[in-house]
């Protein structure tokens, strides 16, 4: 579980097949790695991956066909840079909202305008889980968390203010780029629990 607070960047350090998946390593010594063990959870791009081989600087990762089919992972290039978050402590503040990094699906970026010191940011989702966001609802974008300002269809804007835009990869998109969706769990609950029938619930 995370928050979708960004904790630091880290860069691809390696991207290549193995066995029909696919291994990485991500270099992330600004992450602070020194209370990462084998087999801990570890947000990279919003994605929860399993950290193996962990150094002082790097870890690496396998990521599934599953998880290349639906997430950017599979795009990534040597010297990318990612967003990533240590797993949630429950000791730790819960600054952004409850995140699984379970990527639900791929938004793309379609407009971004100034707004003051701020950025308004408009994406795309697939139909299919445009019902599952809502306005000053909660988003997981690229392992961020962010507020929905309005919703519009298949279209949803958010608003980034500037320290947002520096500590994430935020910086670096543009208008057409891909990134990883994880909708709110609690939208996800919420439909689960709506679509069984009542006299079954108990």
Same mark, same amino acid.
């Given at each position: 579980?995370?928050?979708?607070?960004?904790?630091?960047? $880290?860069?691809?350090?390696?991207?290549?097949?193995?066995?029909?998946? /696919?291994?990485?390593?991500?270099?992330?010594?600004?992450?602070?790695?020194?209370?990462? /063990?084998?087999?801990?959870?570890?947000?990279?791009?919003?994605?929860? =991956? *399993?950290?193996?081989?962990?150094?002082?600087?790097?870890?690496?990762?396998?990521?599934?066909?599953?998880?290349?089919?639906?997430?950017?992972?599979?795009?990534?290039?040597?010297?990318? *840079?990612?967003?990533?978050?240590?797993?949630?402590? =429950?000791?730790?503040?819960?600054?952004?909202?409850?995140?699984? $990094?379970?990527?639900?699906? =791929?938004?793309?970026?379609?407009?971004?305008?100034?707004?003051?010191?701020?950025?308004?940011?408009?994406?795309?989702?697939?139909?299919?889980?445009?019902?599952?966001?809502?306005?000053? $609802?909660?988003?997981? =974008?690229?392992?961020?968390?962010?507020?929905?300002?309005?919703?519009?269809?298949?279209?949803?804007?958010?608003?980034?203010?500037?320290? *947002?835009?520096?500590?994430?990869?935020?910086?670096?998109?543009?208008?057409?780029? /891909?990134?990883?969706?994880?909708?709110?769990?609690?939208?996800?609950?919420?439909?689960?629990?709506?679509?069984?029938?009542?006299? *079954?619930?108990?």
């Amino acid at each position: 579980m995370f928050t979708g607070i960004i904790q630091a960047l $880290g860069h691809i350090a390696m991207s290549e097949p193995r066995g029909g998946d /696919r291994r990485l390593i991500v270099e992330a010594a600004a992450l602070g790695l020194d209370d990462v /063990r084998e087999g801990d959870s570890i947000a990279v791009a919003g994605v929860c =991956l *399993t950290a193996l081989d962990v150094t002082a600087a790097t870890f690496a990762a396998d990521v599934s066909v599953e998880t290349l089919e639906h997430t950017t992972l599979g795009a990534l290039q040597v010297g990318d *840079t990612v967003n990533l978050e240590k797993a949630l402590r =429950l000791s730790d503040r819960l600054g952004g909202h409850l995140v699984s $990094g379970h990527v639900d699906g =791929l938004a793309t970026v379609v407009a971004v305008h100034d707004d003051a010191r701020s950025q308004r940011w408009t994406f795309e989702v697939p139909a299919a889980l445009a019902r599952y966001i809502a306005a000053k $609802g909660s988003v997981c =974008l690229d392992g961020v968390s962010l507020t929905v300002n309005e919703v519009d269809g298949t279209r949803f804007g958010v608003n980034l203010i500037p320290h *947002t835009q520096a500590v994430t990869t935020f910086g670096a998109r543009r208008a057409g780029d /891909r990134v990883n969706l994880e909708v709110d769990l609690m939208a996800r609950y919420a439909e689960r629990l709506a679509s069984i029938p009542a006299d *079954t619930r108990d």
